[in-house]
């Protein structure tokens, strides 16, 4: 009987557990650290959001690029989702870039790989909380 | 809220900062230890820079 019970918890509580990774992966996408911070880890947390932060604050100062949704070619629309990884920071690019992207220098060019760089590490730092919250690896 | 003009940056100061952030970022996400941590961030700050700057002088001949 006791057995029974177990084998059927089994896959519930498997099932839960992947359903609260899959909320943290998602949360650390949208706000950079926040999936580790719910998971405790908070030195990475506070890496995360810093230097995240720091990409996007120097991108959009460097007046890099930040792809739009109506892209005109497949280039455009890599950029778009890489810029999307720093979830709520897009918003926030946006806003720090009053002036527009200017890429005529090198600055600017340099300010759209800073801005891709930002959404892609977020990106691996959300999978890194969503695998850590499975228990695979932290 | 940024400036018109932006930051001014030359290739070199850009290189460092992006290198520097990105070394950090794979040393906090890929080591526990801080002395691990310290190492992982310096050894992967030294290769960015060595491959940038490689990368720089093997593009010299066909800059003109």
């Known amino acids: 009987m006791t057995e029974e019970t177990t084998a059927q918890a089994a896959p519930q509580q498997y099932s839960q557990r992947?359903?609260?990774?899959?909320?943290?992966?998602?949360?650390?996408?949208?706000?950079?650290?926040?999936?580790?911070?719910?998971?405790?880890?908070?030195?990475?947390?506070?890496?995360?959001?810093?230097?995240?932060?720091?990409?996007?604050?120097?991108?959009a100062g460097m007046r890099g690029?930040?792809?739009?949704?109506?892209?005109?070619?497949?280039?455009?629309?890599?950029?778009?989702?890489?810029?999307?990884?720093?979830?709520?920071?897009?918003?926030?690019a946006r806003t720090l870039e009053k002036s527009g992207p200017d890429v005529s220098h090198a600055g600017g060019d340099y300010?759209?790989?800073?801005?891709?760089t930002a959404g892609v590490l977020n990106l691996l730092a959300a999978l890194h909380a969503y695998e850590a919250a499975r228990g695979r690896k932290a | 809220m940024i400036g018109g003009a932006g930051f001014k940056l030359s290739h070199l100061q850009a290189m460092l900062l992006f290198a520097l952030f990105v070394s950090m970022a794979f040393g906090f996400l890929?080591?526990?230890?801080?002395?691990?941590?310290?190492?992982?961030?310096?050894?992967?700050?030294?290769?960015?820079?060595?491959v940038g700057v490689g990368i720089g002088w093997a593009m010299y001949p066909f800059s003109r």
């Open chain 1, 18 to 59: 992947e359903k609260i990774a899959f909320i943290i992966g998602i949360a650390g996408w949208l706000l950079p650290g926040l999936g580790h911070a719910l998971l405790k880890m908070w030195g990475r947390a506070v890496a995360c959001f810093l230097l995240v932060g720091l990409l996007v604050f120097f991108g």
């Open chain 1, 111 to 116: 300010g759209t790989r800073f801005l891709a």
């Open chain 2, 30 to 50: 890929s080591r526990r230890q801080p002395l691990e941590r310290f190492k992982y961030i310096v050894w992967s700050l030294l290769l960015f820079l060595l």
């Open chain 1, 65 to 92: 690029n930040l792809f739009s949704s109506n892209g005109s070619d497949a280039f455009d629309s890599l950029g778009y989702l890489a810029d999307l990884g720093t979830g709520t920071f897009y918003l926030l």
